[in-house]
């Protein structure tokens, strides 16, 4: 799988392979075993040992070396997609959400009225076979909900929509 | 050595330092009674002591510090002694002497040493009086045209400094003639408004000086030696950082006359008990700065290069002990050095670090020693010094030390608190530290030490962040297989059942 790494401000995309990762085109053997009971881990990159811990965050995970940590964040390609065909943040606060991709609706996680904080999860699409919460880029109160449990949507649908008057 | 000369000391400290004379009184077949605050009460200096004693809540005010209280725990306890470690109360001369009145021994120098010491003004004047050099300085003057003729005399550039000063308030360097009206006048103001006193004096700028420091121990026989010196220069805001023995720069001849000086210095003051005096290097001379009236934290490099334990030695002494050894003319063997672990997170300014120690894994192997307050499990709070852990090393020389230092923190591994760790492995490869140039200004002056990180491992943490995210995402596409071994023969099934993730998997089967 591909992931987009996001680690003292820059974007490293790596993917996995059968024996390691390619991190910035090139190729690496690569594998991770757990200390049992503790954060360590043992990272081999080909025959190298680099001993770490590890812990996880709201969006990745902090590894420690040698008592420095890197906070590192986290995506997938699909949620990396997602987020990217959606509004860049804080330039206007979106009043309306639509869909980003083709699929089924398998949930809808909110009430019309409902009054819901920035990162709430609002739709859930199934996508070839995986489900993508759709979530609240910013605070506000859902107006209007157009679309049900089971419904197909295709890209751009409009899901749902926030009250005009929520100034933030 | 013969019988003990006290059967019980109780430790008014807490952390590594009250540690390390618990482990001195136990090798010594003397009991250790521990106190400790509220928040303390699983503490390593409780659970090795002998005997503990709760003495109040987190404030220091009203624990650590409060001198009744610990007097009273050491009578309860039936304590013949009191051992102050460093801070808190050791250069209180009002506790010692209420030690000494409650009729028991205060582990340290008599009262009045310890006051004569502790006015740096005094100390100052004292000093210069026995003929130890100070920096040299003019008296408090009134006027420009004063500081202006002081300034010719002591040559430039020089510093101007605050009398009732401390903190770098007042304080400012003057290098040429032109820059000295202006000077004197904000000096003067900074310190009128800091202090509420104006009067402002020059000394002589010292530019980089090292710090070095000559630890001595004296009976109350009129016995006295001089162990050598310590260098403390890596520091930031007048906090040791890492320290050494012996400082690269002193040779035989300049360490015998650093320590009869210091000697003479002791002598002045009637001094008894383990002391340190502290000088400023510059360019071959050397200036008294202040005395130290107690155990140092970095008293373990003086022991790593002599073979002496000073916290015994102090013990003994304060039982009235005459000394009774002369030092070794081998002194110093090899090279030591020691790096405080505190919880400060040099990334980011050396804020401090608190929370608890989830894990902690001191290194080990030859010529390596852990002086530790701290184990796993223990909540770091804000009430106090944030010195976690010494790691100490010793070697042949000092590029074997510093080769040491650089492999033990590597070892090292601590989870949960930022600790100055990563600050201490740049130093240990940084070029002028290795070839030994260094200054009290050498933190300042690499500004460069920790920004950024290696590339390789900044890799390393995105493949591993990687890996165990596909790990987690991996776990629930397991095959569903029957009991017993699976196909390749690596899982039996109940194996795979206690794998982390197994749950969901099952739950989504």
């Known amino acids: 799988m591909k992931y987009y790494v996001r680690r003292a401000g820059e974007l490293v995309e790596v993917e996995t392979t059968e024996t390691g990762v390619r991190i910035a085109g090139r190729e690496a053997r690569a594998q991770i075993e757990s200390v049992p009971g503790s954060e360590r881990r043992h990272l081999l990159i080909g025959e190298r040992g680099v001993p770490l811990s590890a812990q996880r965050t709201d969006d990745g995970w902090a590894i420690e070396i040698h008592g420095r940590t890197v906070q590192l964040s986290l995506e997938d390609e699909r949620t990396h997609t997602i987020r990217e065909l959606a509004p860049p943040h804080g330039v206007r606060v979106p009043r309306e959400v639509r869909a980003p991709m083709a699929g089924l609706v398998l949930r809808v996680e909110v009430e019309e009225g409902q009054r819901v904080q920035a990162g709430t999860g609002l739709v859930v699409i199934e996508a070839m076979k995986m489900e993508n919460e759709i979530r609240a880029e910013a605070a506000g109160t859902v107006a209007t909900i157009t679309v049900a449990e089971g419904q197909a949507v295709d890209p751009d649908d409009l899901l749902l929509a926030f009250a005009g008057e929520e100034g933030e | ?509």
């Open chain 2, 1 to 509: 050595m013969s019988e003990p000369s006290f059967s019980r000391i109780l430790v008014a400290n807490r952390g590594e330092i009250a540690v390390r004379v618990i482990r001195a009184c136990r090798e010594m077949g003397i009991e250790s009674v521990a106190v400790y605050s509220e928040p303390d009460r699983l503490a390593p200096h409780v659970m090795l002591a002998d005997v503990t004693v709760p003495i109040g809540p987190a404030r220091a005010s009203e624990s650590y510090l409060d001198g009744g209280k610990l007097i009273d725990a050491a009578r309860l306890t039936g304590s013949q002694a009191i051992h102050p470690g460093y801070g808190f109360l050791a250069e209180n001369p009002a506790f010692a002497s209420d030690v000494l009145a409650a009729g028991m021994i205060f582990i340290g120098p008599p009262p009045e040493a310890i006051e004569a010491m502790g006015e740096k003004t005094r100390a100052r004047a004292l000093m210069r009086d026995a003929g130890v050099p100070v920096v040299p300085g003019s008296e408090s003057v009134a006027t420009e045209e004063e500081a202006r003729q002081a300034a010719r005399e002591l040559g430039f550039p020089v510093m101007l400094k605050a009398v009732a000063g401390g903190g770098g308030k007042g304080m400012r360097v003057v290098n040429e003639p032109d820059e000295l009206a202006s000077a004197f006048t904000r000096a003067r103001s900074e310190a009128g408004q800091a202090f509420s006193d104006p009067r402002v004096y020059l000394e002589r700028f010292l530019d980089r000086p090292r710090h070095i420091e000559i630890q001595i121990l004296a009976d109350r026989h009129g016995n006295a030696v001089h162990l050598g010196e310590r260098e403390c220069s890596i520091q930031r805001r007048h906090q040791k950082l890492i320290e050494e023995a012996p400082a690269p720069v002193v040779d035989a001849e300049l360490r015998d006359r650093m320590g009869l000086v210091a000697l003479e210095a002791i002598r002045t003051v009637g001094y008894e008990s383990a002391g340190t005096v502290e000088f400023l290097y510059a360019e071959g001379e050397f200036f008294f700065l202040e005395m130290n009236t107690r155990l140092q934290v970095e008293h373990p490099v003086t022991e790593m290069v002599t073979g002496v334990d000073i916290v015994q030695e102090q013990i003994r002494l304060a039982a009235g002990e005459p000394l009774g050894w002369e030092p070794d003319p081998a002194w110093p063997i090899g090279h030591s050095i020691e790096c405080r672990i505190s919880g400060e997170d040099p990334v980011n300014g050396f804020l401090p670090s608190v929370g608890r120690i989830r894990e902690l894994e001191p290194p080990g192997g030859p010529g390596v020693r852990w002086d530790s307050g701290v184990s796993t499990g223990f909540d770091v709070g804000p009430h106090y010094d944030p010195l976690l852990a010494k790691l100490i090393v010793h070697a042949g020389d000092r590029d074997q030390a510093i080769t040491r230092m650089r492999r033990a923190l590597l070892e090292l591994h601590v989870a949960g608190v930022r600790t100055t760790q990563p600050f201490h492995l740049a130093v240990m490869g940084e070029a002028d530290f290795r070839e030994g140039r260094i200054s009290i200004r050498y933190v300042e002056d690499h500004p460069e030490l920790l920004v950024g990180m290696e590339e390789e491992l900044l890799d390393a943490a995105t493949i591993a962040a990687v890996l165990l995210e596909e790990e987690c995402h991996r776990t629930p596409v397991i095959p569903v297989r029957p009991l017993g071994p699976t196909r390749d023969g690596q899982l039996s099934g109940w194996q795979r059942a206690f794998r982390p993730g197994a749950a969901e998997w099952k739950a989504g089967v």
